[in-house]
T-cell receptor, first 119, second 114 residues
Framework: AQTVTQSQPEMSVQEAETVTLSCTYD???????LFWYKQPPSRQMILVIR??????QNATENRFSVNFQKAAKSFSLKISDSQLGDAAMYFC????????????????FGKGTKLSVKP | DAGITQSPRHKVTETGTPVTLRCHQT?????MYWYRQDPGHGLRLIHY???????DKGEVSDGYSVSRSKTEDFLLTLESATSSQTSVYFC?????????????FGEGSRLTVL
């Protein structure tokens, strides 16, 4: 079974600075997706960034980027120029790539990292 | 935003009473999921559905049942609620043909069992 581990329960960053959230995962599969979801106090789960395992290039979305190390099974999230609105819980998640037939594609979450942003 | 509506959004009930949470989608997505979120545990899968009347258990399915009689609706039932089922419940949907792997989430339903 796949597992996702976020070793930092809480992190803090100064506004405008850069912060990196860590995530490691365990799987025997070679084809999968990795995600970072953000959950602000409103509780809404918001997709921040996605990485397909077959792509070597690290995904980026504006101020958010990942460092995907497939061999090491590591998937960290870097937030540049941190803003007050970045304060939230961040969840790393794993999902097997879809296969036809039967039940597939369940999202497996880490326990989350609570990010605080200091003004 | 994906059209996912959860109801009720908040509910307080007593131990031993039945509770049903509803998830309604307007996206015609095939896959639907129920997760629960608890401090220190992240989100854990309760049950999921891969089509009408096709459901299966997730990681924490004990004490829960589900039904999906229409594509758009996925119901989660607690036959006899217990205090350990106090949690925030999230519904999610996905369409495998999109090949993006992403799940879209509802806004969550907070359930308190006294």
């Amino acid at each position: 079974a796949q597992t996702v581990t976020q070793s930092q329960p809480e992190m803090s960053v100064q506004e405008a600075e850069t912060v990196t959230l860590s995530c490691t995962y365990d799987t025997s599969e070679s084809d999968y997706y990795l995600f970072w979801y953000k959950q602000p106090p409103s509780r809404q789960m918001i997709l921040v960034i996605r990485q397909e395992a077959y792509k070597q290039q690290n995904a980026t979305e504006n101020r958010f980027s990942v460092n995907f190390q497939k061999a090491a099974k590591s998937f960290s999230l870097k937030i540049s120029d941190s803003q007050l609105g970045d304060a939230a819980m961040y969840f790393c998640a794993y999902r097997s790539r879809f296969r036809y037939g039967g039940s597939q594609g369940n999202l497996i979450f880490g326990k989350g990292t609570k990010l605080s942003v200091k003004p | 935003d994906a059209g996912i509506t959860q109801s009720p959004r908040h509910k307080v009930t007593e131990t031993g009473t039945p509770v049903t949470l509803r998830c309604h989608q307007t996206e015609n997505h095939r896959y639907m999921y129920w997760y629960r979120q608890d401090p220190g545990h992240g989100l854990r899968l309760i049950h999921y559905s891969y089509g009408v009347k096709d459901t299966d258990k997730g990681e924490v399915s004990d004490g829960y049942s589900v039904s999906r009689s229409k594509t758009e609706d996925f119901l989660l039932t607690l036959e006899s609620a217990t205090s350990s089922q106090t949690s925030v419940y999230f519904c999610a949907i996905s369409e495998h043909r999109a090949y993006t792997g992403e799940l879209f989430f509802g806004e969550g339903s907070r359930l308190t069992v006294l």
